[in-house]
């Protein structure tokens, strides 16, 4: 073991690549929108072997985006999203498959498309992959740079927490539209007003975020059961006549559990210590013979 230690490259095999401070910066892209990025192999495409200019400023590949507090449906993960994953076939550092980007671009960023439900309005696609979201009437190039394309839905920013009255799904149902005020979106929650006109319909809320299993919803002391659309983003149905404050909190029982037992194994260990520095400074009984 020591021998590999000291003749075996405590770096190898992992590719480094040259991210400068303007990462930190959300600029040139909007925190307010929800981007999918496009682009190839980054351990291949974006290290400082092939690239050794700086890198990401547009496409912000892997986990990037965090720093910048942007919001991008796909990043490093080495666990990652699981409907996201099977579905648009990414891979741990965030890379969609080449032909399922083209297929999503052609056919699913339009109207009613699967980006448009998960509240996706901006694009950025690598100079490498040289593709467009269509119809082109749906989307504006906004930004050109060497690095790719950058485009934003022209109709209004998708709101993070929408109200709809059918959803693919669920084909054979109808749902009342609610009203929805005072959004807080966070990383790991999002809350907002909700009020269901009285009657006989419930409403649907979708949320433009991942979906993960582990993902609870209170509205005020009622909670709500959370369910997703194939596995893509959240879904809340709202029972007729409820209003209050909604949130949506990712809390899976893992974090929870983990959170406990770590809190407990500082406490064992903070007494241990004080136990055994009382002793040390406990005066010792003086035995005369």
Same mark, same amino acid.
């Given at each position: 073991?020591?021998?590999?230690?000291?003749?075996?490259?405590?770096?190898?095999?992992?590719?480094?690549?040259?991210?400068?401070?303007?990462?930190?910066?959300?600029?040139?892209? +909007?925190?307010?929108?929800?981007?999918?990025?496009?682009?190839?192999?980054?351990?291949?495409?974006?290290?400082?072997?092939?690239?050794?200019?700086?890198?990401?400023?547009?496409?912000?590949?892997?986990?990037?985006?965090?720093?910048?507090?942007?919001?991008?449906?796909?990043?490093?993960?080495?666990?990652?999203?699981?409907?996201?994953?099977?579905?648009?076939?990414?891979?741990?550092?965030?890379?969609?498959?080449? +032909?399922?980007?083209?297929?999503?671009?052609?056919?699913?960023?339009?109207?009613?498309?699967?980006?448009?439900?998960?509240?996706?309005?901006?694009?950025?696609?690598?100079?490498?992959?040289?593709?467009?979201?269509?119809?082109?009437? +749906?989307?504006?190039?906004?930004?050109?740079?060497?690095?790719?394309?950058?485009?934003?839905?022209? +109709?209004?920013?998708?709101?993070?927490?929408?109200?709809?009255?059918?959803?693919?799904?669920?084909?054979?149902?109808?749902?009342?539209p609610a009203t929805i005020s005072r959004i807080n979106d966070s990383r790991n929650f999002v809350e907002a007003d909700v009020d269901v006109p009285s009657g006989n319909g419930s409403a649907l809320l979708m949320f433009s975020r991942p979906y993960f299993r582990g993902y609870e919803a209170r509205l005020a002391n009622q909670k709500l059961a959370v369910?997703?659309?194939?596995?893509?983003?959240?879904?809340?149905?709202?029972?007729?006549?409820?209003?209050?404050?909604?949130?949506?909190?990712?809390?899976?029982?893992?974090?929870?559990?983990?959170?406990?037992?770590?809190?407990?194994?500082?406490?064992?260990?903070?007494?241990?210590?004080?136990?055994?520095?009382?002793?040390?400074?406990?005066?010792?009984?003086?035995?005369?013979?």
């Amino acid at each position: 073991f020591l021998a590999t230690y000291f003749y075996i490259p405590t770096n190898c095999g992992v590719p480094r690549y040259n991210f400068s401070q303007e990462l930190l910066k959300t600029s040139p892209l +909007d925190s307010r929108r929800l981007y999918l990025s496009i682009y190839p192999w980054a351990e291949l495409t974006y290290c400082e072997a092939n690239k050794p200019q700086p890198v990401g400023q547009t496409l912000r590949p892997g986990s990037t985006p965090m720093w910048a507090g942007l919001r991008f449906i796909n990043g490093y993960s080495p666990i990652r999203a699981a409907g996201v994953a099977r579905e648009f076939a990414t891979s741990i550092h965030g890379e969609i498959n080449p +032909d399922v980007g083209s297929y999503l671009l052609s056919h699913q960023s339009g109207t009613e498309g699967e980006l448009e439900l998960m509240g996706v309005d901006g694009i950025v696609v690598a100079r490498e992959v040289d593709i467009a979201p269509q119809p082109s009437s +749906d989307w504006e190039l906004v930004l050109s740079t060497n690095e790719g394309n950058v485009f934003h839905r022209r +109709d209004a920013q998708s709101a993070p927490v929408r109200s709809v009255t059918s959803i693919k799904s669920r084909p054979n149902e109808q749902f009342v539209p609610a009203t929805i005020s005072r959004i807080n979106d966070s990383r790991n929650f999002v809350e907002a007003d909700v009020d269901v006109p009285s009657g006989n319909g419930s409403a649907l809320l979708m949320f433009s975020r991942p979906y993960f299993r582990g993902y609870e919803a209170r509205l005020a002391n009622q909670k709500l059961a959370v369910t997703s659309y194939r596995g893509l983003f959240p879904v809340v149905e709202v029972p007729a006549g409820a209003h209050g404050r909604l949130m949506l909190a990712y809390r899976p029982y893992w974090l929870v559990w983990g959170g406990a037992v770590g809190v407990v194994c500082t406490l064992v260990v903070v007494s241990g210590f004080l136990a055994a520095m009382k002793r040390r400074v406990e005066p010792r009984a003086v035995t005369s013979g």
